[in-house]
């Protein structure tokens, strides 16, 4: 069912930002060099690695770690890199992941292949036969203000309480999350 869902929404949001898509995808080629998307290894359902698409926020030669593990983030952002973080846009290319069944709307948020620490503490709590999520209940709940810990737990609560009704709901924060740029560090 969840599937299904996905995929109906998946067509709905193409309607309405297929055109935001393409504007950003031009700004991000305009205002610096390199590749529009850039792609990401990250750790999928059942510890499976797979690719995924943002829109590209950060420089060319920007070391490939957890933001928060950075140092002098900022310095690396490209000139309209803040902006797409701070409105979530970087994030709209995961619409191919969730395509492509990677990606759930709704999931705990893929960690990226070398962060051993938070793929061990969700194997551990189980959260792994989840499907990632483009927002999921710990980014409604702190997003990037969130130790591991805190994440983790937040997973491991939505793997017990998830249904299409919670997932619809977590939606419906993260829209409001998103216009008030809530949780977002860089």
Same mark, same amino acid.
């Given at each position: 069912?969840?599937r299904i869902?996905?995929l109906?929404l998946? *067509?709905?949001? %193409?309607v309405f @930002?297929?055109i935001p898509?393409?504007?950003?995808?031009?700004? +991000?080629?305009?205002?610096?060099?390199g590749?529009?998307?850039?792609?990401?290894?990250?750790?999928g359902?059942y510890?499976?690695?797979?690719?995924?698409p943002?829109?590209?926020t950060?420089?060319?030669?920007?070391?490939?770690?957890a933001?928060?593990?950075l140092?002098?983030?900022?310095?690396?952002?490209?000139p309209?890199?803040?902006?797409?973080r701070?409105?979530? *846009?970087?994030e %709209?290319?995961q @619409?191919?992941?969730?395509l492509v069944?990677?990606?759930?709307? +709704?999931?705990?948020?893929?960690?990226?292949?070398?962060?051993?620490?938070?793929i061990?503490?969700?194997?551990e709590?189980g959260?792994?036969?989840?499907?990632?999520?483009?927002?999921?209940?710990?980014?409604?709940?702190?997003?990037?203000?969130?130790?591991?810990?805190e994440?983790?737990?937040?997973?491991?609560?939505?793997?017990?309480k998830?249904?299409?009704?919670?997932?619809f709901y977590?939606?419906? @924060?993260?829209?409001?999350?998103?216009?008030?740029?809530?949780? +977002?560090?860089h």
């Amino acid at each position: 069912m969840k599937r299904i869902v996905d995929l109906i929404l998946l *067509l709905i949001a %193409l309607v309405f @930002l297929a055109i935001p898509m393409l504007i950003t995808a031009i700004i +991000v080629k305009l205002t610096s060099p390199g590749p529009i998307v850039f792609w990401s290894d990250r750790v999928g359902q059942y510890n499976r690695i797979f690719r995924m698409p943002k829109f590209r926020t950060m420089q060319v030669n920007t070391p490939n770690v957890a933001t928060h593990l950075l140092v002098g983030a900022g310095s690396y952002l490209t000139p309209v890199g803040g902006f797409l973080r701070k409105s979530s *846009l970087d994030e %709209l290319p995961q @619409l191919w992941s969730v395509l492509v069944g990677d990606m759930s709307f +709704v999931g705990p948020r893929p960690a990226l292949y070398n962060q051993e620490d938070l793929i061990a503490m969700r194997t551990e709590r189980g959260v792994e036969v989840l499907v990632p999520g483009i927002t999921g209940w710990a980014q409604v709940n702190g997003r990037d203000e969130l130790d591991l810990t805190e994440k983790v737990n937040l997973d491991a609560q939505y793997l017990q309480k998830q249904s299409t009704s919670f997932d619809f709901y977590i939606l419906f @924060l993260t829209v409001l999350k998103v216009f008030r740029r809530e949780g +977002v560090s860089h």
